[in-house]
């Protein structure tokens, strides 16, 4: 490039102006430095918050999911006591299994308040003895043809595929929740904000097929 | 998923600025061979554009219910059908959305099912009632899981742009050239004979343009659903963990010969499968095709399964419906010998 205007400013060679440029030079690297250093700074702000953030949404989730599964809960609580009622005129000998699902029902109910461990045993073994109440179920044919039973056996099939699903849910969130605690970088602001891990809600082996109660 | 859900996004909002410049240029084109000149054919692009972003616009916040419309479904409650809604219901906390979809009904005996809306707070599942009736209550749950994954990753929404925006392209197109050959507008009055030439010049381009605007279109359409039903199928099997309950499903949709007489080409690509039947079911998609080869999709989830084509008609309670079908070359002849392969 020869020495002449560029865009309306007279260029000067750079040989005649080498002391200058020295001293304006040292003071362009400090600016530089400065603003790369706000940048940075900057920048893991940006980071650390949506570390921060994506944190607590997945705890939140974690939260939704648990919700979820209580609702589901509930639902199958309030229901028992229909299908005991509809079922039990039927089933005269069939005491004892009855008096399992309502006992079962009032000892899950209690395990409502003792967290997820103690809430999932219990929860365990209410499916079971609906397991064999529906089994019971079967040897009865007028209670495969009463409409308001298999109605009823439908509303408790979906609950208890929808407490499985929701326990899904709320494991995976749980695991994905927990390995953002524990690896690296997001672990240390979990531990800066006091972030702990959830437990999971434990299905015993094989629960994972829900009782086949349609009758379809 | 995440991913999914963004480019799904992207791709909505590319799909309706493509249509958008699509018909203006088609716009354009028409206007010039119609009207006359380059006044005429900005101002029938300025029409046309206008038009078109009105027209997406609406697609986008109502085409779900256009959509329903036209395939005759109508919106069912908890009591009218419980065990549907329950499915359902169930699928939705298995995906993790804050609330179901609307459920709709198509009363015909033949068996599909779709989703659209746009996005999962606005979404319907709509399913036929030869579905409802033929399928057990694990084959309905694979269809609505394959259709909740649709509804998680945003599928819907570019698949009902696509249904909306590629019907309206047709129809414009159809329109221009029925007009074109019956109305006979290659002779404008008080055109010279240099007007007359440049006018059938732009004539040709306009034909042009307006068979080649649902030709992109359609491919855009035929594309895009192929890879989505593989992806669907995936995911609807994370929600279920039961890979073979769809399997069945989609084994008895291959072995229903009836077609669906609420579909047509614009909402073909939204079913969970082809619900036009007009040909063969293939080994590998054509590029006319909207849906992949069903079997290869119920080999794929035989896999996931690790089990055989036998466990496919093994202890089901409707066993006749798909052995009696037979159109399965999977299915080999039922024999005692081949013991039921153990899940895994």
């Known amino acids: ?216 | 998923m995440y991913e999914q859900i963004r480019s799904n996004r992207r791709a909505s909002w590319l799909l309706m600025g493509f249509v958008v410049v699509l018909l203006s240029a088609l716009g354009f084109a028409i206007g010039a061979a119609v009207i006359g000149g380059p006044r005429g054919g900005l101002g029938l692009l300025g029409v046309f554009g206008i038009a078109a972003i009105g027209w997406s616009l609406i697609g986008y916040y109502s085409g779900d219910k256009m959509v329903l419309a036209v395939s005759g479904a109508h919106r069912v409650t908890h009591e009218d059908e419980p065990q549907l809604f329950n499915v359902v219901e169930e699928m939705t906390i298995a995906a993790g959305l804050p609330n179901a979809p609307a459920v709709y009904v198509i009363e015909e005996p033949a068996l599909n099912a779709f989703a659209t809306g746009r996005d999962p707070q606005h979404a319907s599942v709509a399913v036929t009632r030869g579905l409802m009736q033929r399928l057990d209550r694990e084959e309905i749950q694979g269809v609505v899981a394959h259709e909740m994954s649709h509804v998680r990753n945003y599928d819907i929404r570019f698949a009902m742009l696509v249904g909306i925006l590629v019907g309206m392209i047709a129809l414009v197109a159809d329109f221009f050239l029925r007009f074109s050959f019956f109305g006979g507008f290659g002779r404008r009055r008080g055109g010279g004979n240099s007007n007359d030439q440049a006018g059938a010049i732009l004539m040709v381009v306009a034909l042009v343009l307006a068979i080649l605007a649902p030709l992109a279109a359609y491919s855009v359409q035929f594309a895009i659903s192929r890879r989505r039903e593989y992806l669907a199928d995936a995911s609807g099997v994370e929600l279920t963990r039961n890979p073979l309950g769809l399997a069945r499903a989609l084994n008895d949709i291959a072995g229903d010969p009836q077609p669906l007489r609420h579909a047509n080409r614009a909402t073909a690509h939204l079913y969970i499968a082809n619900p036009l039947k007009n040909k063969k079911d293939k080994e590998v998609a054509g590029v006319f095709d909207t849906h992949p080869p069903i079997q290869k999709r119920i080999a794929i989830l035989l896999e996931m399964a690790h089990v055989g084509p036998e466990a496919l008609v093994a202890g089901r309670r409707t066993a006749s419906v798909a052995a009696a079908a037979g159109t399965t070359p999977h299915d080999p002849p039922p024999s005692p010998a081949v013991p039921p392969a153990p899940r895994a």
């Open chain 1, 1 to 216: 490039m020869r020495a002449g205007t560029i865009a309306g400013h007279v260029w000067i060679p750079p040989w005649r102006t080498l002391g200058a440029q020295k001293r304006s030079q040292r003071k362009e690297c400090l600016v530089i430095a400065v603003i790369i250093i706000i940048v940075i700074l900057v920048l893991l702000g940006i980071i650390f918050a949506g570390m921060y953030n994506s944190l607590v949404s997945r705890r939140n989730q974690v939260d939704n999911a648990w919700s979820q599964i209580d609702v589901q809960l509930k639902r199958r609580h309030d229901l028992i006591p229909n299908l005991v009622e509809a079922v039990k005129d039927y089933m005269s000998y069939e005491q004892e299994t009855l008096t399992k699902v309502t006992a079962a029902r009032a000892a899950a109910i209690n395990a409502g308040s003792q967290g997820p461990q103690a809430q999932a045993q219990a929860e365990n073994m209410l499916t079971e003895s609906l397991k064999s109440l529906f089994a019971v179920v079967e040897n009865y044919p007028d209670l495969k043809a009463n409409q308001n039973v298999l109605s009823l056996q439908e509303e408790l099939t979906a609950t208890e595929n929808k407490i499985s699903f929701a326990r899904q849910f709320y494991n995976d969130s749980v695991l994905t929740f927990n390995n953002k605690i524990q690896m690296f970088p997001s672990n240390l602001i979990a531990g800066m904000f006091n972030f702990t891990t959830r437990q999971f809600f434990e299905a015993p082996e094989g629960d994972r097929e829900v009782p086949k109660v349609d009758l379809r």
